[in-house]
């Protein structure tokens, strides 16, 4: 590789052109949907293979004078791409609105684009899985869908599956050239008189076109790069434009020889995975790990120094922001500020227990700090080996990006894996996809099984099945609460509701799966998943099952604590009022009643270090992976807790009434996921972190969300920055599980709200992910602002 020599201000400008809103591509939904109006009868693995290889021949494709890693997932700068096979109709329906909405707006479109897609998307009526899905739900499902079971599904979402995180090393080690040997040779030793061979040699086929077309993309690229050198007039940009075409007719087709290759290998083969199948979530693992043999070979060998890796390794996470998550307008409530969540995972221990920290860990920290923009979700694994210099490094840069980084315990996860049957040696590699998930490269495959409304739950124990929102009959009877005589009665009712509903919930999550499993097929990736290749089947068919979970997410479990614990102190035990007069109240949405408000506002909250309320979050926890755990997922395993919210807490306030810790109708839950409810944890920081370290976390197996907004004076000296370390660390290794921060004042955001102008890459942690502040909805802007803001440790 000719050395590359930093150009000043190159990372500058390239990140600019990331901060623009990013427009809407037609590229995808044009090209797939012409593919599958040619290939009408072909199986459905085959059908998808050729659509995938009909977009990376004719996606537009284009070299900018300051890029050393090379290749755009769009036909924009930073685009959105469509998938109509999910679903069509909300595009057709909202294409002229993208631009024009009240958040989460887009680019408009073109005339010309405009008639590309009224030409093509009608042809997927009936056809795409939102469409087969709601024809195959039974009725009465389909009339819980979209209110308990609110973000019920991967269709209704409009997107893949994207929480998966495939084999890079693998890639890395053999180029597509060795993994298509690999289908080649288990395709030849089938045995075409069994039926179950036939549709193995179906998806095998299906791995090579796609392996095939991937190759030529990148090498369009070397092409254009090539095309671009012998037209340049600056030397050293010809240079480097030769290096870029010598470097795209090697990888990714062949095993990667350098860093820089490395890289480039990586980039273009998540392309094509983005535009064959893309979800929010899809990740590139553990980045420090399987790029260390490359750097340190480079290093030694005098062809890279530690400024130009840092460079490449910034101009590489520049362009992983590309990328920008469209979606309707109701599903941008729940999903807000465009979340891509692209997750890199640092540190943490090797296969062999050991520390895992390296030196490429810190470069891609200080990498990460210098791009600082939103897509790239770089989550800090952390337990006892790790050094104080390399948790103390992130914070310095958590710091200055005013929070972005997770931070996730290596004892819980690793233990809940090992419990969840995978070997040591996977359960020590794993990474984070999605949200919060943990997930073993290569070999697991997570489904989202949806938001689940927890307190709409509880409204319905409290309300005989009724929703005091719309008057109708959601749930079953479970009897007149004004009658109920115990806390048991209570709790006995909001059982029988949650038994009635995770039924239900699994029904709706196994047949879209299986529709997934048939219409939503992804041969390339699959190719990245060991077992895939040898079980002849793809990812998304079950290929990697049983390492397959299905995870149901529980909204505003915090606020269904905090009401349960409010019933049984103000009701039960100090009997300031009884359950008919709590049901009233509850009725009138606590009008002129104002002490019975206040009382119940004084009950224990989650969050403060309390056992009678941590009791029975852990309670409700339970009671849901228990009820979880009597079904089975389409591929056998069973369905997983996972306990968040994204922004959906906002739209799913409004969907209930008054609830008995003191929120009123139409309010938001908590944030996050379990974190506590906006403004209601004030005992301290360390006191948070002690109720959610007191929960049983290896009964959350899809992972949970804990967000904590700090002023930036925590970090004012180096006595400060210590206390905050050991805060982090005692939280890892006591119990927690995951834990996120904005380091931000009130002062500051509400100055943003005055002067978006002059904050136009402000990070904010929203749910799980980050989002520029300016870009969110004054709703959203407003619940980040109300959460606590701790002055101290």
Known sequence: ?????????????????????????????????????????????????????????????????????????????????????????????????????????????????????????????????????????????????????????????????????????????????????????????????????????????????????????????????????????????????????????????????????????????????????????????????????????????????????????????????????????VNIETLAGFPTMVSITLGGVTPGGKDAVNELSYLLLE?????????????????????????????????????????????????????????????????LVGCFTPAVPSYSLDVTGGMVNAPMILELALNNGVSRITGEQVGPATGDPGKFKSYDDVWNAFK???????????????????????????????????????????????????????????????????????VKKVVFDDKLIDMAGLVKALDDNFKEKDRLLQALSKAPKFGNDIDYIDTIVNDIIALFEAELGKYKGLFGSKPAVAISTGTGHLLMGTQVGATPEGRKAGEPFAEGGISPHQGRNTSGPTATLRSVSKLDHLKIRGGSVLNMKFNPDVFADEKKKVKFLSMLRTYCESGGYHVQFNIISGETLRDAQKHPENYKDLLVRVATYSAYFVELSPRMQEDIIARTEFQEV
């Open 1 to 329: 590789m000719v050395n590359v020599k930093t150009k000043e201000n190159r990372i500058s400008r390239l990140r600019e052109k990331m901060l623009h809103i990013p427009d809407i591509c037609i590229q995808r939904a044009y090209w797939w949907t012409k593919s599958y109006m040619e290939t009408e009868g072909e199986p459905e693995v085959i059908r998808r293979a050729k659509a995938l290889a009909k977009i990376l021949e004719n996606l537009p494709i284009y070299i900018d004078d300051d890029e050393l890693i090379v290749g755009r997932s769009t036909g924009k700068e930073r685009g959105g791409m469509l998938f109509p096979e999910i679903q069509w109709e909300y595009i057709l329906k909202e294409i002229e609105l993208f631009s024009s909405r009240d958040w989460d707006r887009c680019g408009s479109i073109s005339d010309e684009e405009k008639k590309m897609v009224e030409d093509t998307l009608p042809y997927w009526k009936g056809k795409c899985t939102w469409d087969r899905f709601n024809a195959s739900m039974p009725p009465e499902i389909r009339r819980i869908h979209g209110g308990v079971f609110f973000l019920g599904t991967s269709s209704m979402s409009g997107v893949h599956y994207g929480h998966e995180t495939i084999d890079y090393s693998r890639l890395l080690k053999k180029g597509l050239s060795g993994i298509k040997k690999e289908a080649q040779e288990k395709l030849e030793s089938l045995d075409l008189t069994k039926p179950e061979d036939f549709k193995k040699y179906q998806f095998l086929q299906a791995v090579i076109i796609t392996l095939d077309a991937a190759a030529a993309f990148a090498k369009r690229y070397a092409d254009l790069a090539s095309h671009l050198a012998a037209q340049a007039i600056n030397m050293h940009r010809k240079k480097e434009l030769d290096a870029i075409a010598s470097i795209c007719r090697r990888v990714p087709l062949n095993p990667a020889g350098s860093f820089h290759e490395a890289l480039q290998s990586i980039w273009f083969t998540h392309i094509v995975i983005r535009n064959e199948g893309w979800g929010p979530g899809l990740g590139f693992g553990r980045l420090d790990q399987y790029l260390y043999p490359f750097y340190q070979k480079d290093l030694s060998d005098g062809i890279i120094t530690r400024d130009t890796a840092r460079e490449l390794a910034s101009l590489f996470l520049i362009k992983v922001n590309d990328l920008a998550f469209i979606s309707s307008t």
């Open 496 to 566: 029988r509701q949650v038994e009635f509903f995770v039924p239900r919930m699994v029904t709706a999550r196994n047949i879209d799966t299986q529709l997934y499993a048939e219409f939503a097929l992804c041969p390339f990736m699959s190719a990245f998943f060991k077992p895939c290749i040898s079980n002849g089947k793809d990812l998304i068919a079950g290929g990697t099952a049983p390492n397959i979970r299905e995870c149901f997410g529980f909204s505003g479990v915090p606020n269904v604590g905090d009401s349960l614990a409010a």
């Open 367 to 431: 990498a990460d700090e210098q791009v600082a923009l939103n897509v790239e979700e770089i989550t800090i694994r952390v337990n006892s080996s790790n050094s104080d210099a390399f948790l103390m490094k992130a914070l310095e840069v958590l710091k200055k990006l005013r929070g972005k980084f997770k931070f996730v315990s290596d004892n819980t996860i690793i233990s809940l894996l090992l419990n969840e049957g995978r070997p040591v040696e996977h359960a020590r590699d794993y990474v």
